[in-house]
């Protein structure tokens, strides 16, 4: 990827931004589409942080490296999306936007996430995937995120998931897709209301018999679980369904089972997704 | 000399009755009696005693007409009221006694005696030197006039009422015990009063509930009819009826008293035209069976609250008649109608299938075959939009096991509104438009694709 100096750009990217704030404060709308227009950097978008109307702003697939902390500055905004981008910091004022509900820094390169990022007053939507986040990416308070409602943490590189994941009362969404998960903490059991649980392509071999505890087989329910060097039992199952998978890790066979595996715990089973050509590596491989 | 027609001591024949003593007395026992009995004959069946109306000298002492046991008033004219037709006194009771045995000492004779001024025409044996007054036991005068009331003798200023000593008005005197009263005395101290209006009775006197009553007065507590003829119930301290007092005690029963035959429904009533029923006596307007509880009053013109036109029909025509049955109760349903489900329901029991709270009208949400009021069929079914979180109040955008309101389908990527038509990928179950999924680095779109082999990752909504 080319990667093009913040001072090198070039005039008409430049207007392109330019032009859609112009328009945008002429008609009082306010949702911004931004995607696609070269911006690396928000000194390209003059005026933007200080527009406190809009609700909506959209920077997909641009170039931006750095969030100012004046992006709070944006007091109505609920929809803040940067997908696709060269984020690797983002601002603690971030945690502090008072409506925003759905938060989409997915494909960027954040390693970690600010203090006090679990601040927000009602993000409900929060989508982190394909970065290069791990268990020790989280700031302390992160799960206090009350009115979460989906987490989206795919492709990052998670082995384990902090137990307090389950003070997510209100978590309905958990993706935890290609990651490198050796074990889920039970307390996923306390997510009463989630419906979709996402945990395909890890290094899982069980899973906490809590899990039962949760409806994840209705018809209105998704559990996703291939890709996993399941223990043989488990595998069986899910070669038949999920609804037996479940009905399995409900039954005592398998709380013996896990509790005989968890005591003799070997060796994690090895990565096997090659991460390194992550587009989200690629500035640290620079 | 004899004088007679002397002004100011009239020469009429007056009316003279007399009243057996020994009966006044058991009435008065038997009042005290029926005081002392009264809690015990609550609601027991009783008769009026009933005096005749009769003149006496109609009267049969020997009848046994009058066998129940207590003195009756019977009115008797004084011979006076027959001489003088606009003035005369009002009709006058006599005390007499019922009990034929008891009064049969008495004698017609008794009842009834003429007064007379005794004239010229004393005869016989009769001289002045052997008559005494009846009152004083006095002599006589020669030329004083002599009142003969059968068959005594007095001085005209000694015949006199026993109570006010003042002559007898119109010379009408009623006898008891064998002393003589003005007609107003005689009421005042014999006189039965009504228990109602408070008059004294004259002519036939009703005896019950331990009073006394004009026929007229004596009437069904309820109902108001009178009950001098037609017996009556005493229930609970109240005289009535049978028709009343059959009523009142269904009602005590917690049952209904038929309104055709006024007897008591003892199983389920039949309703009709605002009335119950015992169901026997109707038959089915269709097919003439004689209808049981479980028939149906059918309204003729449903809506409206006459029922004079109502019909009734056994449960099996009733069903045949292509009235509605409610979908929750099985009952038919007669008045508003909601049709939904396919079914028909009445208004009330058309309910959200999880609150069981009516509708009432208001919109409604159907889910195989069950209805939900909104909030508890989002709830459930989770038609929240996954954008705004809202209860989705229009059209519905239902994909990747989610739903969005129209206007917030986008791509979850770039944020462009999508419409059903727009192809798109899915990535996490979340909608990725196709300009957007063709930005994703190729490894990531080789990993999708490979966990999608099994299902198409392309879909539409």
Same mark, same amino acid.
């Given at each position: 990827m080319n990667q093009a100096p913040?001072?090198?750009?070039p005039n008409s990217k430049m207007s392109k931004a330019k032009k859609v704030l112009d328009e945008a404060r002429s008609t009082g709308n306010p949702e911004l589409d931004l995607m #696609?227009?070269?911006?690396?950097?928000?000194? #390209?978008?003059?005026g933007l942080l200080n527009m406190?109307?809009? /609700?909506r702003l959209t920077l997909s697939h641009n170039k931006i490296v750095d969030v100012p902390p004046? $992006?709070?500055?944006?007091?109505?905004?609920?929809i803040l999306t940067l997908f696709n @981008?060269?984020?690797?910091e983002l601002p603690v004022?971030?945690?502090?936007?008072?409506?925003?509900r759905i938060l989409n820094l997915g494909m960027?390169?954040?390693n970690a996430l600010p203090r006090g990022?679990?601040?927000?007053?009602? *993000?409900?939507v929060l989508d982190l995937t394909y970065?290069?986040?791990?268990?020790?990416?989280?700031?302390?308070?992160?799960?206090? $995120?009350?009115?979460?409602r989906a987490l989206y943490l795919g492709d990052n590189d998670f082995e384990f998931i902090p137990p307090?994941?389950?003070?997510?009362?209100?978590?309905?969404i958990l993706v935890l897709r290609? @990651?490198?998960?050796?074990e889920l903490p039970k307390?996923?059991?306390? $997510?009463?209301? *989630?419906?979709e649980l996402h945990i395909q392509?890890?290094?899982? /071999?069980v899973l906490p018999p809590?899990?039962?505890?949760?409806?994840?087989?209705?018809?209105?329910s998704v559990l996703k679980m291939d890709y996993n060097p399941w223990v043989a039992p488990i595998a069986d199952q899910l070669q038949v369904g999920i609804s037996h998978v479940i009905d399995y890790i409900r039954s005592e066979t398998y709380r013996y089972l896990f509790s005989r595996h968890v005591s003799v715990r070997?060796?994690?089973?090895?990565?096997?997704?090659?991460? /390194?050509?992550?587009l989200s590596r690629n500035r640290r491989n620079l | 000399m004899w004088h007679k027609g002397t002004p100011g001591t009239p020469v009429k024949p007056l009316a003279l009755q007399s009243l057996d003593h020994s009966q006044l007395y058991q009435r008065r026992v038997q009042n005290l009696l029926d005081e002392q009995n009264h809690d015990i004959e609550e609601s027991d069946k009783f008769s009026p005693t009933t005096g005749d109306y009769e003149d006496l000298s109609e009267?049969?002492?020997?009848?046994?007409?009058?066998?129940?046991s207590s003195a009756v008033w019977s009115s008797s004219q004084p011979l006076s009221s027959s001489l003088s037709s606009n003035n005369s006194p009002p009709l006058l009771p006599a005390r007499t006694s019922t009990m034929a045995k008891q009064s049969s000492q008495l004698t017609r004779e008794d009842a009834r005696s003429d007064v007379h &001024?005794?004239?010229?025409?004393?005869?016989?044996?009769?001289? &002045? %030197?052997n008559m005494f007054c009846s009152r004083c036991g006095d002599g006589f005068e020669p030329h004083e006039k002599i009142v003969n009331s059968n068959g005594e003798l007095w001085h005209t200023q000694c !015949?006199? =009422?026993?109570?006010?000593?003042?002559?007898?008005p119109d010379g009408t005197f009623y006898e008891f015990e064998g002393r003589k009263y003005c007609e107003h005395d005689f009421h005042v101290l014999f006189a039965p009063c009504c %228990?109602?209006? +408070?008059e004294f009775v004259i002519g036939r006197v009703i005896k019950a509930m331990n009073a006394n009553w004009h026929p007229r007065c004596f009437? =069904?507590?309820?109902?108001?009819?009178?009950l001098a003829d037609l017996g009556f119930i005493r229930n609970q301290g109240r005289a009535l009826c049978h028709e009343c007092n059959a009523q009142a005690k269904a009602v005590g029963l917690g049952k209904y008293i038929?309104?055709?035959?006024? +007897?008591?429904?003892?199983?389920k009533p039949l309703r009709f035209r605002g009335e119950v029923y015992h169901p026997y006596h109707f038959n089915c307007a269709s097919c003439k069976i004689e209808l049981n509880s479980d028939a149906r009053e059918v309204k003729?013109?449903?809506?409206?609250?006459?029922?004079?036109?109502n019909e009734l029909y056994c449960l099996r025509c009733h069903d045949k008649m292509g009235i509605p049955i409610c979908g929750a109760c099985r009952r038919p349903i007669e008045e508003r109608v909601v049709t939904a489900l396919g079914k028909h329901w009445h208004v009330e029991h !058309?309910?959200?299938?999880?609150?069981?709270?009516?509708f009432l009208g208001h919109r409604h949400y159907e889910k195989k075959g069950l209805a939900y009021c909104e909030t508890h069929y989002h709830q459930l079914? +989770?038609?929240?939009? !996954?954008?705004?979180?809202?209860?989705?109040?229009?059209d519905v955008f239902t994909a990747l096991n989610k739903a969005w309101c129209v206007h917030h !389908?986008?791509?979850?990527?770039?944020?462009q509104k999508m419409n059903q038509k727009t192809k798109f990928y899915e990535c996490d179950l979340k909608p990725v438009c196709k300009k957007c999924y063709d930005k994703y680095p190729a490894e990531l779109r080789r990993r999708l694709r490979k966990t999608h082999e099994a299902t198409p990752k392309k879909a539409s909504v």
């Open positions: 913040v001072s090198c750009i #696609e227009k070269g911006i690396s950097s928000f000194e #390209e978008m003059p406190a109307n809009i /609700t004046g $992006l709070a500055n944006l007091v109505n905004l609920e @981008n060269y984020i690797e004022s971030l945690s502090s936007m008072p409506k925003l960027n390169r954040l990022f679990g601040a927000f007053p009602v *993000l409900e970065n290069n986040l791990n268990e020790e990416s989280f700031p302390a308070n992160f799960f206090i $995120l009350e009115t979460l307090e994941i389950g003070q997510l009362k209100n978590l309905q290609d @990651n490198d998960l050796i307390e996923i059991g306390d $997510l009463t209301r *989630l419906r392509g890890n290094r899982l /071999t809590e899990i039962g505890q949760l409806d994840l087989v209705g018809n209105k070997g060796p994690p089973p090895p990565k096997y997704i090659d991460k /390194t050509n992550k | 009267h049969s002492w020997t009848d046994d007409r009058n066998s129940v &001024l005794i004239g010229n025409r004393i005869t016989g044996n009769m001289s &002045l %030197g !015949f006199v =009422c026993a109570q006010c000593f003042r002559p007898f %228990g109602k209006c +408070g009437r =069904c507590e309820v109902c108001s009819k009178e038929c309104h055709k035959c006024h +007897g008591v429904i003892d199983d003729s013109r449903p809506g409206f609250t006459s029922n004079e036109m !058309f309910v959200c299938a999880k609150c069981e709270k009516p079914f +989770g038609n929240l939009c !996954f954008v705004c979180n809202q209860v989705i109040a229009g !389908f986008a791509c979850s990527v770039c944020d």
